[in-house]
């Protein structure tokens, strides 16, 4: 789990690096950079409630979470609006991407946020998904944070993918040259997630 983390935290780490100055991106990677990180280690830490969530979150594909929470239907509270769940979006990816590579980094502190609407949010929709285990999910995400802190999150030294920063980047760009209303309404991150599968294919 904790390995997992780290190779999150060091490719949102690395992204950032690379992209922060950008258009909508920036903008995320600024005041929004903690929300990021809690959408980078959203999947592992859902998966570590219990094994019900676990299964539950391995039928989940990265279409699925943006439906979730991601487009405008799935506005509840979040706090900034678009610009959290465009946020959280770009976490979700970072979170996807990651991979064990040859690019060596140093993991730096990061903080998602320990009390927000977003949290709440987010909470909310998880609870309201069809066939959603019924254990309880944490509500405080600080403390979840804080305890991975403790192994190391921050100094760790891990090798990530070079070919997933790349294709991060490229979510970025195609983020930035999107147009405004998509990125609204949130409906921007299944298009970029349709043109990229295109183009892999």
Request: proline share 2%; with cysteine.
């Amino acid at each position: 789990m904790t390995a997992n983390v780290n190779s999150r935290f060091a490719l949102l780490q690395e992204v950032q690096r690379c992209c922060a100055e950008q258009g909508y991106s920036a903008e995320c990677f600024g005041r929004s950079l903690g929300v990021v990180a809690l959408g980078t280690v959203l999947v592992p830490m859902i998966s570590s409630q219990s094994p019900a969530w676990n299964r539950r979150v391995q039928e989940m594909t990265l279409a699925d979470w943006f439906a979730l929470l991601v487009t405008d239907q799935a506005y509840d509270r979040f706090r900034y609006g678009a610009l959290a769940r465009n946020s959280i979006a770009l976490g979700l990816v970072i979170g996807d991407q990651s991979s064990a590579g040859d690019l060596g980094v140093v993991v730096e502190a990061v903080r998602p946020p320990k009390s927000d609407g977003v949290v709440q949010a987010l909470w909310s929709r998880l609870k309201g998904i069809n066939n959603s285990p019924e254990d309880v999910l944490v509500d405080d995400v600080g403390a979840w944070i804080d305890g991975q802190g403790k192994k190391a999150v921050a100094g760790a030294k891990v090798k990530i993918s070079e070919q997933s920063l790349q294709h991060v980047c490229q979510w970025v760009d195609v983020l930035n040259n999107s147009e405004m209303d998509s990125v609204v309404d949130g409906t921007v991150w299944s298009t970029i997630l349709a043109q990229l599968d295109v183009a892999a294919g």
